[in-house]
């Protein structure tokens, strides 16, 4: 890619994170935010109906309807398998109007401050990673890599440049100045690095990047029936990012017996207690820390 022609920031995917969806709406009022001399940015409220209701989905989770095979399935047809379909073809089959860049922006009730969520390693993603963690010491990079862009059902495998923030701790459907501000200026600082790369004019920044690299998921202590009997550890709740060892505390059951982390090595987790991660089986994310040379 020699050339980014045109940027596009989505918000909304879920529609109880206002923190996009309203992100969004400001761009669209004042697009002199987001005008860059080199390329096109245009926005896109994902999911409207569910924002509308203050609710993650209206019938499923849309950031999970962009498989290759379900966008070609003319059987799936709820609401969101719709809308997947209609985004599809607004940042991607009109040539014309292609987007080379999608920005997805998400907020957690975890602890996960400014996340970077990467779903592949892409070169200009990793620098453009690199570049923003570099000017803004908080950002930490999450890799959940696939094997290839047909497995990703992310909004982000429409495209191969392009990244989610994920910013956090914030309650669902509620708004957080300081959240907001600090994703408003990560999308500023990014628009400026594509503006800068379309002039050849990369800003210099470290070779190295700090990456958590997703390793496995970890459902909450359950009884046959899939009802929970124990719920994260105090000591481990809000230690997103902090090295969890073997025999740590991980949950507390209602009968206040500890249950501790029986993996053989160091893990690092994250989305721990993320409240729309319940209906999914997911208590947390765990992660291998690692440095590499881009």
Known sequence: MNQINRVAIVGGTHGNEFTGAYLIQKFAQFPDLITRPSFETVTLLANPHAFAAGRRYVEKDLNRCFLKQDLEDPTLNSYEDLQAKLIQDTLVSNK????????????????MGLTIILDNSHPLNLKLAAYLSQINPLV???RCSF????????????CELGFAFEVGPIAQGLLKATLFQETEELVRALLDYLEQ???????????????YDHLSVVDYPKKPDGTIFGMIHPELQDKDYQALNPGDPIFLTFDDKTIVYEGASTVWPIFINEAAYYEKGIAMCLTQKQQINI
Not at 96 to 111: C, E, P, R, V
Not at 197 to 210: A, C, D, R, V, W
């Open 96 to 111: 014309d109007k292609q987007a080379d860049f999608i920005l997805d922006l998400h907020s957690s009730t975890a602890n």
């Open 140 to 142: 930490k990079v999450y």
């Open 147 to 158: 094997k290839s862009i047909a497995e990703n059902p992310f909004v982000n495998s429409l």
């Open 197 to 211: 790369f379309n002039q050849g004019k990369i800003p210099s920044n470290n070779e190295t990047l700090i990456l």
